[in-house]
């Protein structure tokens, strides 16, 4: 939920009271959320090799290492092995990310959210997802969508989305998670932003 990079430029392009409430309700929800979490017996949840056993999570590391080139060797090898299983995807996913951040122009992203009243929240996160890229680029983005009239939790949630979920995101994810517990991880962290929005737009005339 809390992004360290997302809170120094935040710090830059909009205020420390904006930034404050960011930080805290990150801190609020994740905290919540992860309590319940870990009431609910996820582990089964992780793909072979990260599942838990008598609970602990196994690493794949070896007890010893002889010389520090056995651990550069090892650390080598489980590098390679997971680029493998995932570099295509993760190429995918940027890609299509990169298409709607470079040819979707802001303008029409600013229109169609702010013409949706109450949903705007939702609808700024569901077209996030998608939007793959980097915070620096995040930013100034949710600070534009701002000055042109949305609602300060729905530019934020916006940003959020962008930062937080993202398809190469979830393709990294499933190689230690199954499905279902990505599920549960995006569908946490949609509500999460969501209700972030709320507050934001709620708090504005205090916080702006």
Sequence with gaps: ???????????????????????ASGLLIGTFAGSILGRMDLEKELEMGFAAKGG?????????????????????????????????????????????????????????IGRTGAFSVPLAVL????????????????????????PLGTALSFMMAISALSLPQAVILRRAMKLKLIGIFFGITTVAIILTGYLFNFLQKVLV
Aim: glycine residues 8%; charged residues 10%.
């Design 127 to 150: 077209i996030g997802v998608p939007m793959y890229g980097s915070c620096a680029a995040i930013v100034p983005i949710a600070l534009v969508l701002f000055q042109k009239g949305i």
């Design 1 to 23: 939920i809390i992004n360290e990079y997302l809170v120094v430029l935040m710090l830059s392009f909009f205020d420390i009271k904006i930034t404050a409430v960011y930080v």
């Design 56 to 112: 602990q999570i196994p690493s794949t590391r070896p007890q010893k290492f002889e010389n520090l080139a056995s651990r550069i060797s090892f650390g080598l090898s489980e590098a390679k092995s997971v680029t493998a299983s995932v570099w295509l995807w993760v190429l995918f996913g940027v890609a299509i990310g990169a298409l709607i951040h470079g040819y979707v122009p802001d303008e029409l992203v600013g229109q169609v």
